[in-house]
């Protein structure tokens, strides 16, 4: 029996990655890119390897490329693995060319896909990547850890469509059947709020201007994302990987200087984040900035959570990224986060 088509639209990092993976194990796995991206996979395939052993686990697999969905009209599996702010047209243009047969799966961060998706697809399946990469060159991909995948619906239905999901992502990496998906999305989206502070002040691109400085607004940052999801009634899910709440109320809580010595070894593993990538060498306007960091504060809002240090970092983002971006002083971010804290401060 034929095996059930899959194609993969957005190979960065994330999807390129997982893309790869399915791709070495399952023939019926097809690739759509845009720009640059679709010539080099023709020519190079699409590569990927674990930061730590490059040369050990370098691997490269040469799936079906092809230009737009309606080239797989019986693709069983559409993963789209673009960025919320490209989600909207991608969406509307498999609509258009396959219709609302295949099952629909997003791999994204924040929960923009979950306003977008259901207007245009009856099956749709919500996927959290657990793992650290990073798109080196079109079709080059480095990733930290082959950590478990995560998929599930809002309302734990569509179990066969979700079964059969995971028989073929799990061909690549592991993959794991979630029943609380909405607290998995939004302990990710915590997570994710320390992307916009390391584009802003262009960590991983260059040194920290001020190391302790950094320390207490990523702890802060993070800390005003738990208590804004909690606020919220969201509960934590253990992310394999992933910093627990416990440990990001300690880092925010206790001294600097006593828990220094466990920040620097966790900020040596963390890679840049694919936004500082796309605002210092891409000179990107559009990123997840609003989905992540202004979705927090949108949400501290509607429950009465101060958070200062999210409200300063997204002004700072709106105001700067945008093409010709330079990267910021840690100084300059605390001092906006100050007049922030100022500015809302009772008389």
């Known amino acids: 029996m034929t095996e059930p088509k899959i194609l993969f639209i ?24 845009h720009g640059a991206t679709p010539a080099a996979l023709r020519a190079n395939g699409l590569t990927t390897y674990q930061f730590d052993e490059p040369e050990a686990t370098r691997r490269t697999v040469r799936p079906a ?24 047209a991608v969406a509307q243009q498999v609509k258009d060319e396959l219709g609302d047969r295949p099952i629909v799966v997003s791999i994204a961060n924040g929960v923009d896909n979950q306003r977008i998706l259901p207007k245009l697809f009856s099956k749709v399946i919500y996927g959290i990547a657990s793992y650290n ?30 079964r059969l999901v995971q028989s073929v992502l799990g061909r690549g990496c592991p993959t794991e059947i979630v029943e609380r998906m909405q607290d998995a999305i939004h302990t990710k989206i915590v997570v994710n709020l320390t992307n916009a502070l390391d584009a802003l002040v262009g960590r991983g691109a260059r040194p920290l201007s001020n190391p302790a400085i950094f320390q207490r607004l990523l702890t802060q940052t993070l800390w005003e994302g738990v208590r804004t999801i909690r606020a919220a009634r969201h509960r934590e899910y253990r ?8 440990l990001l109320q300690l880092t925010a809580t206790l001294p600097g200087w006593l828990i220094r010595p466990l920040f620097r070894r966790r900020l040596r593993a963390m ?58 002083t840690c100084e300059e971010v605390l001092a906006a986060v100050e007049r922030e804290q100022t500015a809302r401060s009772p008389d």
Not at 290 to 315: C, F, M, W
């Open 133 to 162: 990469a990073r798109r080196e060159a079109p079709g080059v991909i480095g990733y930290q850890h082959k950590l478990p995948l995560l998929i599930g619906t809002l309302d734990n239905a569509s179990g066969a469509e979700m």
């Open 10 to 33: 957005g190979p960065g990092a994330i999807g390129g990655s997982v893309a790869a993976w399915v791709a070495e194990n399952y023939p019926a796995t097809f690739v759509i890119g």
């Open 271 to 328: 890679r840049m984040s694919s936004m500082t990538q796309d605002v210092m060498q891409h000179g990107a306007q559009a990123t997840e900035l609003e989905s992540i960091t202004g979705y927090i504060v949108d949400l501290a809002a509607q429950h009465g959570v101060p958070v200062p240090y999210n409200r300063a970092i997204l002004k700072l983002g709106r105001e700067r990224f945008r093409p010709g971006f330079t990267p910021i």
């Open 65 to 88: 490329i092809v230009d737009r969905p309606g080239e797989v009209a019986d693709a069983a599996i559409v993963v789209l693995a673009v960025k919320n702010y490209s989600l909207d």
């Open 239 to 246: 992310l394999p990987g992933m910093p627990s709440f416990a």
